[in-house]
């Protein structure tokens, strides 16, 4: 892990589900609603909480010891997706300071952008409900499955919809996916230890170029291109 020392990003590139916002509640719910009409009881928000960040498979084989190829599967999968698409902005919300964080971007004219492996299906109508649709520079989801993080595609598709080589750009993440992403794209990584990280996270494996606490530390990485000398943004 480096320091940056000097470095600074012009564009900032946000993950979603665990970074600028906080999925899990809607996400868990539908899984349980699904464990309901399967018969089971309900399980702990605490059980599901690092498997939220690893998109439906993992989620899937927790609450259902259930993994690709075994019988069922994708049935339990697409009915998972299918009661989620219905609650995707029931409880969601920014994570605290994040709102600040955007409205302190914006005003430095830093473009900012969303890089998800969520699929645009349920990424376009989640942003709408929020109040987001249209205020993100880009958004690129996970669609294109064999170019989602890790591969670097998404960062640098994003990146060139910024109008910004990936290098000038600061890549906020809570899984090591992102930090690879990012670091294969050549951009500034960190690590948003506010999100879904569990024990079995060793984040400091991951070569990220620095860790943050809550959102608004990421401007401690992005400089004011109006500013003469681009000094860093203020906290």
């Not at 999968?77 to 219905?86: K, N, Q």
């Not at 290098?167 to 670091?183: N, P, W």
């Not at 879904?196 to 530390?217: C, K, M, N, R, T």
Request: with cysteine; glycine share 10%.
């Amino acid at each position: 892990m480096t320091a940056a020392t000097g470095e600074r990003a012009h564009g900032v590139l946000l993950d979603l589900d665990g970074t600028l916002l906080d999925t899990a509640p809607d996400l868990i719910d539908s899984l349980n609603r699904l464990r309901a009409e399967q018969g089971l009881a309900p399980m702990a928000d605490a059980e599901f909480l690092h498997a939220v960040g690893h998109g439906s498979i993992p989620m899937i084989a927790r609450g259902f010891n259930r993994h690709p190829g075994d019988a069922g599967f994708d049935a339990l999968r697409d009915r998972f997706l299918a009661i989620y698409a219905e609650s995707v902005s029931r409880r969601t919300r920014p994570y605290a300071g994040m709102e600040a964080t955007l409205q302190a971007l914006e005003a430095a004219a830093i473009p900012w952008g969303i890089v998800t492996n969520k699929p645009g299906w349920l990424t376009t109508p989640l942003l709408a409900d929020l109040g987001y649709a249209g205020r993100p520079a880009c958004v690129v989801t996970g669609d294109d499955l064999a170019r989602r993080k890790p591969h670097p595609y998404q960062i640098t598709e994003a990146a060139r919809q910024l109008d910004l080589p990936a290098s000038a750009c600061l890549v906020v993440g809570d899984t090591e996916r992102d930090i690879r992403a990012g670091h294969q794209a050549g951009a500034l990584t960190v690590v948003a230890l506010y999100g879904y990280l569990s024990g079995d996270d060793h984040v400091e494996h991951w070569g990220a170029d620095g860790l943050i606490g809550q959102p608004a530390e990421l401007l401690r990485w992005v400089a004011d291109p109006a500013a003469p000398h681009r000094q860093a943004i203020a906290v």
